[in-house]
């Protein structure tokens, strides 16, 4: 069974870039045709879809981030990531990853982060 | 202001149906399918329905979608004290500022 796990820095300065990576457990990452995306959630507020990567690589992002978003996969790793520049108060979220194909999608836990001199 | 519309809460009794609602356009709704999430106090959003109306192996069938027009909407009969918690429609955004959306969540409460 596909399990996916955030990780990465929970406190993060103001202006830097955040950077945080997925790990996919019990399956290949470059196996199958997925998006592999990210969402984030402020506290006590709604979803917003940040961006995805397909399996062969193209990408989306949210248009409102764009600018500042990076995501990609590392196969050796089994692993895809986030990373998010010029980062401000108003990006401090829970940030899931999450696996999706035709037949549904399978998030990861979440992990906090907070910017924050 | 989420692209998607959504009630702010719900409730019914144990054992009652209730349903909720996400209004959208053309752009998203209109022309792309609608999924619907659980997210249960402290946990990570759960996929209920995809693809309109159909559900992910595990998901009971007490729990439905459908879809008409520029709106969907999400049924849950037979409710149970468990499923108290907040649900999220999402859909693919077809306009210039192509991406996921989501509604701004509706808090179901089982009273």
């Known amino acids: 069974q596909v399990q996916l796990q955030e990780s990465g820095p929970g406190l993060v300065k103001p202006s830097q870039t955040l950077s945080l990576t997925c790990t996919v457990s019990g399956g290949s990452i470059s196996s199958g045709s997925y998006y592999w995306s990210w969402i984030r959630q402020p506290a006590g507020k709604g979803l917003e879809w940040i961006g995805r990567?397909?399996?062969?690589?193209?990408?989306n992002y949210n248009p409102s981030l764009k600018s500042r978003v990076t995501i990609s996969v590392d196969t050796s790793k089994n692993q895809f990531s986030l990373k998010l520049s010029s980062v401000t108060a108003a990006d401090t979220a829970v940030y899931y990853c999450?696996?999706?194909?035709?037949?549904?999608?399978?998030w990861g836990q979440g992990t906090l982060v907070t910017v924050s001199s | 202001q989420s692209v998607l519309t959504q009630p702010p809460s719900v409730s019914a009794a144990p054992g009652q149906k209730v349903t909720i609602s996400c209004s959208g356009s053309s752009s998203n709704i209109g022309n792309n399918y609608v999924s619907w999430y659980q997210q249960l106090p402290g946990t990570a959003p759960k996929l209920l329905i995809y693809?309109?109306?159909k559900r992910p192996s595990g998901i009971p069938d007490r729990f439905s979608g459908s879809k008409s027009g520029t709106s969907a909407t999400l049924g849950i009969t037979g409710l149970q004290t468990g499923d108290e918690a907040d649900y999220y429609c999402?859909?693919?955004?077809?306009?210039?500022?192509?991406?996921?959306?989501f509604g701004g969540g509706t808090k179901l409460t089982v009273l």
């Open positions: 999402g859909t693919w955004d077809s306009s210039l500022s192509a991406g996921k959306v």
């Open positions: 990567i397909y399996t062969s690589g193209s990408t």
């Open positions: 999450a696996r999706e194909d035709t037949l549904g999608e399978i």
């Open positions: 693809e309109n109306n």
